[in-house]
């Protein structure tokens, strides 16, 4: 139904800023809630942002809250994850995915997402 495909990803500098990419296919993209997670080796994948399908209802992580801007072009069927001072524990493999929930407390829980993208690697060096 849906396939997710991230990009952006890289080695930045403390402070700075990213943007990540998340492309979609299927025709029930506007359909989705869209979410990133992150996912650092030998820990659990962690919620970082969620956005509604009409783009404007938003959910974040205490954690990146006000730093980071979750948004979405259904035109374009492509979800952002816009990143500022950023910080060496930003660092982790980054996955977009989408659920059918609406935004609310539900949707930063890993197995209520049904797709997911393959993930893209954000390195913060200090």
């Known amino acids: 139904q849906v396939q997710l495909v991230e990009s952006g990803g890289g080695l930045v500098q403390a402070g700075g800023s990213l943007r990540l990419s998340c492309a979609a296919s299927g025709r029930t993209f506007n359909s989705y809630t869209m979410g990133w997670f992150r996912q650092v080796s030998g820990k659990e994948r962690e919620f970082v942002a969620a956005?509604?399908?009409?783009?404007?209802?938003?959910y974040y992580a205490d954690s990146v809250k006000g730093r980071s801007t979750i948004s979405r072009d259904n035109a374009k069927n492509t979800v952002y994850l816009q990143m500022t001072n950023l910080r060496p524990e930003d660092t982790a493999v980054y996955y977009c995915?989408?659920?059918?929930?609406?935004?609310?407390?539900?949707?930063?829980?890993?197995?209520?997402?049904?797709?997911w993208g393959q993930g893209t690697q954000v390195t913060v060096s200090s």
């Open positions: 995915a989408a659920t059918s929930l609406q935004v609310g407390p539900l949707i930063t829980i890993v197995r209520n997402y049904a797709f």
């Open positions: 956005i509604g399908w009409s783009g404007i209802t938003t």
